[in-house]
C-alpha cells in the first residue's frame, strides 16, 4: 500500500490513467477469477478504486467490496466516487500496514494489486485473515522487466519469488496466468480446515 506518500492529484493520474485500464483491464481479471453474485471482495492497497469498482459491478447489489488503504485521502476519494456513482456496495476503510479493520474470514477473495513488493509480511497476513477458509487471494504484480512505467525493476518480484512470500502465509497457489503484457497473477486458497474423522459435517 505504498500510495500512502501519493498526493491525491498523482495518485489519480497514475491509477486511472487509459494507459493502465489498457495493460491491467479489471473486468477481464475477475471473469478469470470468476467472481460471483453476492460475494465479498477485500482489495488491500485498493488505491483510487481501479480494481474494487469492477468488483462491485461483478458481485452485484448483494455482494460488498472492502476497498483498503492506508492512505487518508484515497480512502476518502473512494468514498466519494462510490456515493457519486451510487455504489453503495463499495465500502472504503482506512487501515495501518498491521491492522485491517475488518473482521475475520469474512471475505471470497481479497486481492492484492501492485503492491506485495512494498507492503510488510504483517499486511499479507492481515490479508489472509480477513479471508473465509476456502477463499481466493489473487495477487497482481509487474512482471520483473523493464517495462513503460511502474515500480524499478530492482524492487519488483517474480511470479517465483511472489509464490514463496504467499506460500509462507499458509496459502495454496490453484491458478497463474498473464494480464496484459505487463502483469502477472497469481491466484491461491486459503485451505480448509480437515474433515476430522467420524464427525459429521451438516450441508450449508
Known amino acids: ?27 477481464r481479471l475477475w471473469r478469470r477469477v470468476g467472481l460471483k453474485l453476492g460475494e465479498t471482495v477485500v482489495d ?10 469492477p468488483a462491485a459491478a461483478a458481485v452485484g447489489p448483494t455482494g460488498r467490496v472492502y476497498a483498503v488503504d492506508v492512505s487518508r485521502e484515497l480512502v ?46 504483517k499486511t499479507v497476513e492481515e490479508t489472509v485473515r480477513v479471508l473465509r477458509p476456502g477463499g481466493r487471494l489473487v ?9 513503460p512505467e ?16 504467499l506460500s509462507a502465509h499458509g496459502l495454496a497457489s490453484v491458478d497463474s496466468f498473464e494480464l496484459g503484457p505487463y502483469h502477472y497473477v497469481l491466484v491461491f486458497e486459503r485451505p480448509r480446515p480437515p474433515r ?9
Open 76 to 121: 476518502e476519494l473512494v468514498r466519494e466516487r462510490a456515493a457519486s456513482r451510487n455504489v453503495p456496495n463499495v465500502e472504503a476503510v482506512l487501515s495501518t500496514p498491521t491492522h485491517i479493520p475488518i473482521e475475520d474470514a469474512v471475505a471470497d477473495v481479497a486481492i492484492l494489486a501492485n503492491v506485495l513488493h512494498g507492503i510488510p509480511s
Open 139 to 147: 495477487n497482481v504484480d509487474w512482471k520483473k522487466e523493464s517495462t
Open 44 to 53: 488491500v492497497g485498493a488505491g483510487s478504486g481501479f480494481y474494487a469498482f
Open 196 to 204: 476430522l474423522p467420524g464427525h459429521l459435517i451438516s450441508a450449508e
Open 1 to 27: 500500500m505504498n500510495e500512502a506518500s501519493w498526493s491525491r492529484a498523482d495518485a489519480v493520474t497514475v491509477l486511472d490513467s487509459p494507459e493502465r485500464r489498457s495493460s491491467q483491464d479489471p473486468d
Open 150 to 165: 511502474g515500480p524499478p525493476v530492482r524492487h519488483r518480484l517474480t511470479a517465483a519469488e511472489a509464490t514463496v512470500t
